[in-house]
């Protein structure tokens, strides 16, 4: 028998919409999957129910929704983590989970004591866009700036 071959990115995205279809019974539309170093974010995109979508319209059932996968996170997590392991080889140190109520995101962040902070776009930014050198102002003076990407998606 033979295994067909995906990236890891794919593959933990998958993991992923595995998980969250088993832990709340709601698939997300898509999963995109970003590794930095030593840090794995995931987002779930479209990940809350028509239900919770309703209920977060409020302030109040906005942080009922928050606090509930928070806290669905926090005890149910370890079977991904150990699922992250076995397709990374690297063991998780720490992981946390946070969703946006408007827009039904799920972030899940892990990291090795570090601060993670993450700001979804209204839209994509090409490679080749991110890419590029850009003129940036800094204190008053303006440089040159090259960035790169080290991301991975997968969806």
Partial sequence: MSKSKTTMAKQV??????????TTGHMPKAVTVVLSNDTLVFTLHEALSPAERDLAKKPAGAAKVQE???QLFSTSAQ?????????????VRESIAE????????VCAFASGTMVQVFQLVHGISAK?????????SSGRTK????????TGAK
């Fill in 144 to 151: 040159s700036v090259k960035a790169k990407s080290k991301k």
């Fill in 99 to 106: 969703v946006e109520p408007a827009t039904g995101a799920v």
């Fill in 13 to 22: 995205a998958q993991a992923v919409m595995d998980f969250q279809e088993k």
């Fill in 68 to 70: 509930f996968h928070r």
């Fill in 129 to 137: 866009t991110w890419d590029k050198s850009v003129s940036a102002k």
């Fill in 79 to 91: 079977p991904l983590r150990d699922e992250i392991e076995r397709i990374t080889g690297v063991k």
